[in-house]
Every structure is written in structure tokens, then in C-alpha cells.
């Protein structure tokens, strides 16, 4: 009850100073749909689920003129359920995002919570936009989709056509500066209909930070827009020191259809570790129908088969699914629901 009126409280405050500063800007996002869910040993399941195609989220963000061409900038964004109203992002006030930084002709620089460059990238490629019941997350990895204690650099955007983004999040690990620590760049060109971005990402903070076991991630993905439809289609490879090794691939597409869109994609997992038999396979199908600029409907299928011990399983933009164990089962996920943007 307490974190709850603290919650509401710093809530106000910031609402308050939106109405006094013009720069100053509340932002959000509130989804929920219906959700089955089948293949877990306990059984299929029925859900009223949040953040199926988008997070749900309360923002903050604003910027001030310090003169000559530099601004501060800030971000403190909110994650929570629409089902419960409970906070996510294990309780965090600021889960989501929570940032200050500045910017000018050099770029930007910013620090704090922030999105890995990895997962922006692959968020750009997937046809699904990492939500829903085919998002690319289920076969590739993303890294953490947000860092802690982030540095973060990116370029102008007068590049012709190039980006550029780097991160350093310090591991705060006393005695070793290795432990808990995650790098990461992120370099795209974008031409009227072709998109291509390569990532980048060295974490050593995905389980353990007080271990030295990094997973490393390169991902090459792009788009090309035909007009009647758009191609996706990305591939990743997986490594770490323990000796997991992964070759992930996805081919997609988008087409309009009436006031919305057709998805689909098909991913694949390739083991290529000793043991190779961790490998996954996903199918998905989707609908998203346009309301209006900000209101959607959406629909999607997604199925996974797993080898014999794939643990790939069929989620959303927030929620897990179904976790399958080692071994077992093939899931599948079906969505229909509502987003509205403000």
C-alpha cells in the first residue's frame, strides 16, 4: 500500500511539472487481450493478458535549451499490468526506462536504465515488433532487452542514411571490472525501401554477474519494402563461454491489408554445441487492424517445435507463456486484443 502512494505521489509530481514546462511530455501505452495458451504438462490455459503486442507503460520525458546547440534530455518510464495494475519490471517505479543525459551536434549521450542496442535492432526487423505470439525473441536472443547502469552514445542523424549507437554498463562487481558487465554497438543504413542493421552484444550479466561466463551475440538483419509487401529477415549467431552455440535465422513479411496489416514469420534455432539437439522452430500469423492513429486491434498464432531439448516456448511483448522444459513440449499461443497509444 505504501509503494503504491509512493508510486501515485511521484506520479502527480511529474504530471504537475508537465503542466508548468511545455517540454515536459506524459507518454503511454495500455494493452490487454485474450490469450490461449497450449502444450505446457500442466495444462492449456485461458488468460486475460497485458502488454501482448506493446508493453504497457506511464512515461515522462522532456528536454531544456542550455544554448549553442545542447539540451538536456531525461526519460523515466513506468512498466505495469492492465489486468492488475501491479507494477513490472520486479517492482521498479521506473522499470521500463529511467535516463538523463544530453545532446547536440556530437550526438547524444545519456546514463542510466536504458534499451541494449541488440534489441532496438531486432526490434526493427521483426514483423511482430518483439510482441505478440510470433515475436522474434522466442528464437533469438535478445540480450537484456534494457541495461542498467548503461552509458550510451549515438550519432547525429545526418549520417546519409547511417546510424551508429554504442553502450557500456558497468558490472559494479568489486575486484573485477569483467563481472556483470555488458557492451554492445549497433551500426544501420536506411535508403527508401532498404533497412540493414548489424549488432553487437557482449553480456556478462545475463545469470550470474558475480561470473566471468559471457554470451556473445552478432545479429545482421534487414527490410526491404515493396510496396504490396515488405521482406524481413535476420540471422544471429549465439556463442558464450560455456560452450553454447547457436545459429538463429528468421525469414518474414508485412503487407497492408484493408486498415491494417498481415505478419507472418518462420525462425529457426540451430544447435551447432556437442550435444546438438536444442534447437527450435517457430511458425507465426498475425492481424493488427488500425482504429485510428493511436487505437488497434490485433490478432496472432504462433507455434513452436522443439528439439529434443529445446526450451523455445510461445510468449508476448511482456509475458513468458508457457516455459517448456528440456525435452518438451511443443507450445503454441493465440492472441486477440486491444492497444491504445496516448
Not at 503511454?28 to 501482448?52: C, F, H, M, S
Not at 512515461?59 to 518510464?77: C, I, P, R, V, Y
Amino acid at each position: 500500500m505504501k509503494k503504491s502512494l509512493l508510486a501515485l505521489a511521484v506520479f502527480g509530481a511529474f504530471a504537475g511539472a508537465a503542466s508548468a514546462q511545455t517540454n515536459v511530455t506524459i507518454y503511454g501505452v495500455i494493452d490487454a487481450g485474450i490469450t490461449r495458451e497450449t502444450g505446457a504438462p500442466a495444462g492449456d490455459v485461458w488468460k486475460l493478458a497485458t502488454g501482448v503486442q506493446s508493453g504497457n507503460r506511464i512515461g515522462f520525458k522532456g528536454s531544456e535549451d542550455l544554448g549553442a546547440g545542447l539540451k538536456a534530455n531525461f526519460t523515466l518510464e513506468n512498466g505495469f499490468d492492465a489486468d492488475t495494475g501491479a507494477l513490472r519490471q520486479g517492482g521498479r517505479l521506473f522499470g521500463r526506462q529511467a535516463w538523463v543525459g544530453l545532446s547536440g551536434n556530437f550526438g547524444a549521450v545519456n546514463f542510466g536504465r536504458q534499451y541494449n542496442p541488440l534489441f532496438v535492432a531486432l526490434d526493427s526487423i521483426d514483423p511482430f515488433g518483439t510482441g505478440l505470439a510470433g515475436h522474434i525473441d522466442t528464437i533469438f536472443n535478445p540480450s537484456n532487452v534494457r541495461t542498467d547502469n548503461a552509458i550510451t552514445y549515438s550519432a547525429p542523424g545526418n549520417l546519409g542514411g547511417f546510424t551508429f549507437s554504442g553502450m557500456y554498463a558497468l558490472g559494479e562487481q568489486p575486484g573485477d571490472n569483467k563481472r556483470g558487465r555488458t557492451y554492445g554497438l549497433s551500426v544501420g543504413y536506411a535508403n527508401g525501401p532498404i533497412n540493414v542493421v548489424l549488432a553487437y552484444d557482449n553480456n556478462n550479466a545475463i545469470a550470474t554477474p558475480t561470473t566471468t561466463n559471457a554470451i556473445k551475440l552478432t545479429m545482421l538483419g534487414g527490410t526491404y519494402d515493396f510496396g504490396v509487401a515488405k521482406l524481413h529477415a535476420a540471422y544471429e549467431t549465439e556463442k558464450s563461454d560455456a560452450g553454447a552455440d547457436f545459429r538463429d535465422w528468421m525469414i518474414g513479411a508485412s503487407a497492408p491489408l484493408g486498415a491494417g496489416n498481415v505478419i507472418a514469420t518462420y525462425a529457426r534455432k540451430n544447435d551447432r554445441a556437442a550435444a546438438g539437439n536444442a534447437g527450435s522452430k517457430l511458425y507465426a500469423l498475425g492481424y493488427t487492424y488500425n482504429l485510428s492513429k493511436r487505437t488497434n486491434f490485433y490478432t496472432a498464432y504462433g507455434h513452436v517445435n522443439n528439439d529434443a531439448a529445446g526450451t523455445a516456448f510461445v510468449g508476448d511483448a511482456s509475458s513468458g507463456g508457457i516455459p517448456a522444459t528440456a525435452g518438451g513440449p511443443n507450445t503454441s499461443g493465440f492472441n486477440i486484443g486491444i492497444r491504445h497509444k496516448f
